[in-house]
């Protein structure tokens, strides 16, 4: 069987810079490879047209076109021609976008299309309590609506986007997967008292939260650190860099104690988290996060948000934390107690990997991707 993906990013040094989404779709990508299925991935919006081959995936960039009107149809309707032309030349089987922004909304696509809710900008936007864009919001609506079948990464989205959208038509839930091969615990010393926040420095990502509980715990613990990695971004409502507006909470002392990486090879990353002696991830919007899988993959133990998706992933008191982040004094005293409990932290990072092993694993759930891209297309052995 062939399977195409249609994304906006994709981790790859000759493209984009790409987060969560295309973390998921190579994951998933490569799984699908693994058990001897062709796979295709069209990344628009790109700088470039070029093919490349990675991993046994074959990459199509497709550059970002401008047109003097109607550039949001006249460019959904290239990329239409593009793949359908694509699809047989290449004799593609199925397909699958992501919910964000609604690219297939006008496109008719001469192949089953799976859309997989990773969450879209009227989820976002939901979970922020920002009003979404009219556009926006017609498109996703009239591509979900399109979909041949609907794909959640979490039950959670699943439910929101039904009632953000008042869709009626059944969601099937399929985590994101994970390769526990290759985030592992890593020999290597363990940073004592160091924190590590990792992903975008954003406001729905609990950053500014965090700042505030940062500077109460290093009132409470003068020895502690906190890592940043990730890139910043400009705030929706201020209208500036959202570190700048994390490091004019600090206090004197806790700006002392912050280090900022802006961005890594994602080959890095695995390094970055495995020094780090706790993972804090405050977000208050994701669908099904693959940070907090690559960490829990890494038997490191966290504090978590405790919203919607969380109660997916995480097991509070099991596998961390999972605390309101505007709770800051909380926050504050959970960070303390792991840094401070050797014994306990280490037990919920084993307790972590075991989880995600069980219910994250990626050779798992390609299976059950597999089995739904079959019967898509009717497509036997």
């Known amino acids: ?34 058990n001897n299925h062709k796979v295709t991935v069209f990344v628009y919006g790109q700088i470039q047209d070029k093919t ?24 959904r309707k290239y990329l239409e021609k593009y793949i359908n032309l ?19 909304a006008f496109m008719n696509l001469n192949r089953p299309l799976v859309i997989r809710l990773h969450g879209s900008d009227g989820y976002f ?14 498109f996703e609506k009239k591509a979900l609506e399109k979909a041949t079948k609907i794909v959640s990464v979490s039950a959670f989205t699943a439910d929101k986007t039904k009632e953000i959208f008042s869709l009626k038509t059944n969601i099937q839930v399929i985590h994101n997967g994970i390769d526990v091969s290759a985030f592992k615990p890593q020999d290597g010393k363990i940073v004592k008292n160091e924190i590590l926040y990792f992903g975008s420095i954003i406001r729905k990502k609990g950053v500014l939260e965090l700042a505030m509980a940062f500077n109460i715990l290093v009132e409470m613990k003068e020895d502690v650190t906190l890592t940043l990695l990730g890139r910043d971004t400009t705030d929706v409502f201020e209208k500036r860099s959202t570190l700048d507006m994390f490091f004019d909470i600090l206090s004197e002392n806790a700006k002392t104690k912050v280090k900022y990486l802006k961005e890594v090879p994602y080959a890095e990353v695995v390094q970055i988290i495995n020094r ?20 829990m993959a890494m038997e490191k133990a966290m504090i978590t948000s405790n919203i919607g998706w969380s109660n997916e ?37 084993r307790n972590a990997r075991t989880l995600v092993k069980e219910k994250f ?21």
């Open 52 to 75: 490349l081959l990675d991993e046994g995936i074959t990459i199509y960039a497709i550059r970002h076109r401008k047109y003097i009107i109607l550039g949001w149809f006249l460019y």
């Open 361 to 381: 694993e990626s050779g798992i759930l390609a299976k059950n991707n597999i089995e739904l891209y079959i019967k898509l297309t009717n497509f036997h052995k």
């Open 125 to 138: 936007c939901h979970l922020g309590r920002r009003k979404q864009k009219w556009k926006n919001y017609f």
């Open 86 to 104: 694509m699809v047989l030349e290449k004799d593609i089987d199925v397909l699958e976008a992501p919910d964000w922004t609604g690219v297939t």
């Open 1 to 34: 069987m062939h399977i195409a993906f249609i994304s906006p990013e994709y981790p790859h040094a000759s493209l984009n810079k790409a987060a969560g989404l295309g973390t998921s779709i190579k994951n998933l990508a490569l799984e699908l490879i693994r």
């Open 313 to 349: 992933i995480m097991i509070d008191g099991k596998t961390g934390f999972t605390v309101n982040p505007k709770n800051h004094l909380l926050y504050a005293e959970k960070m303390k107690q792991l840094l401070e409990d050797n014994v306990q932290a280490n037990t919920y990072g």
């Open 276 to 295: 780090a002696n706790l993972v804090t991830l405050p977000s208050f919007a994701e669908a099904l996060p693959m940070s907090w899988l690559e960490a």
